[in-house]
Every structure is written in structure tokens, then in C-alpha cells.
């Protein structure tokens, strides 16, 4: 199996619409109730690229498996060196590796851009994307509990943060 890591393209949109609204149905990873529609999607994308952020695709055998992004942590201009990145696989390629290929590039292009510490805000009952941080070094900073509300019960956001060298 082939990976190979490029820039997102508008071309991806519906791939990664479907992995997100997956997600969204399925899973406690997104705090969003109802699906996105494309164009919806398409903005929030373009809206990183825009302001200067990655958004890169992971493509199996010619097929969106994987994209990670990140962009602002906060809008005050203190926090211009902190990002707060996402890493998403689609359910097929769950354990081959291309979530730390996708990772790890974040990482590397953060460094690139100067930046000094990468945030990943991640709900309590996504343990594996919990440890897949922590093997990266990604250290839980912090807990705020019941700061979410789906499939009928209260959620708590997992703070992750790993400073950049
Ligand atoms: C979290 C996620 C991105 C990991 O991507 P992946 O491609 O499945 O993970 P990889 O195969 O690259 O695994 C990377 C490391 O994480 C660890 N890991 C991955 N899934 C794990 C799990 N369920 N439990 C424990 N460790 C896990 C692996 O052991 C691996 O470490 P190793 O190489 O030392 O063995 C992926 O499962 C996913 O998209 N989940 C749904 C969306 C999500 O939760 N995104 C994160 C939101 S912040």
C-alpha cells in the first residue's frame, strides 16, 4: 500500500465531508450535532489555506484515506505561535500508520513556521486518539470537564499540548 502526503485540494472535499460526518454521526471525536453539508465544508478548509495554514491529505492507492490541518488556538494576537491541529483516518485505514504520517508532517511544518506549541482539544472518550498523542509526546494539560453535551450524556475535553523545539 502506497501513501503519499499532498496538499488538499478542492478535488478532496467530498472525501474528507465524508470522514468528518462520520464522525460526526458516529463518534464523540467532533462536538457537532448535525452533518455538514459541502459547501460548508469546503469554506472551513479554504479559510485555513487561506490564512496560511496546512491542510494536507493522505491518498491510498489513488484514495483520500487521511488529512490532518491546523490553524488559530485562540484569536488574541498572544497566541500567534499556538495552533490547534486535527488528524482524521477514514474508518477503513484505522491502524496502518497514516494518522502518524499525518502527524508527524503537521509537526514539521509547524516547526517550519515558527510556531511554539501544537494543541489538540480531544474529547475524554477518544482514547485512542489520547494515546496516539501521548506517543508523540503530546502531554494532557488539562481537563475541562463537562464542557460537552451529545448522545445524551456530558462530555469532557482532553487538552493535549506538546511544545515544539
Ligand atoms: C486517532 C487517529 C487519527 C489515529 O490514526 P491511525 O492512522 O489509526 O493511527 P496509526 O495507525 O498511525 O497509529 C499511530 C500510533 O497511535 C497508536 N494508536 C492508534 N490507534 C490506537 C488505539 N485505538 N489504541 C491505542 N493506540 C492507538 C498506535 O499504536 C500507533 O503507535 P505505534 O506505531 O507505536 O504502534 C484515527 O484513529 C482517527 O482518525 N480516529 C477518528 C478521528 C479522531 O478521533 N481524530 C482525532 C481527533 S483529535
Redesign the pocket.
Known amino acids: 500500500m502506497e501513501i503519499k502526503l499532498r496538499p488538499y485540494q478542492t478535488g478532496d472535499t467530498q472525501a474528507i465531508l465524508d ?1 468528518i460526518n462520520y ?1 460526526i454521526l458516529n ?1 464523540t ?2 462536538y457537532d450535532y448535525n452533518i455538514r453539508s459541502y459547501e460548508q465544508q469546503k469554506a472551513i478548509l479554504e479559510e485555513k489555506i487561506n490564512k496560511g495554514f496546512p491542510v494536507i491529505v493522505a491518498e491510498c492507492d489513488g484514495k483520500v ?2 488529512f ?1 490541518m491546523y490553524s488559530e488556538f485562540r484569536f488574541r494576537e498572544a497566541y500567534k505561535f499556538t495552533v490547534e ?7 477503513d ?11 508527524a508532517e503537521l509537526i514539521q511544518i509547524a516547526k517550519k513556521q515558527n510556531l511554539h506549541t501544537m494543541i ?4 475524554a472518550e ?11 509526546g503530546f502531554e494532557t494539560v488539562g481537563i475541562i470537564k463537562e464542557s460537552g453535551y451529545k448522545f445524551d450524556r456530558w462530555l469532557h475535553s482532553v487538552f493535549m499540548q506538546l511544545i515544539l523545539e
Open positions: 470522514i464522525n463518534s471525536a467532533l484515506a487521511g490532518g491541529h486535527s488528524v482524521y483516518v477514514d474508518n485505514y484505522h491502524g496502518m500508520g497514516i494518522g502518524k504520517i499525518l502527524l489538540a482539544v480531544i474529547d477518544n482514547q485512542s486518539s489520547i494515546h496516539f498523542h501521548e506517543k508523540f
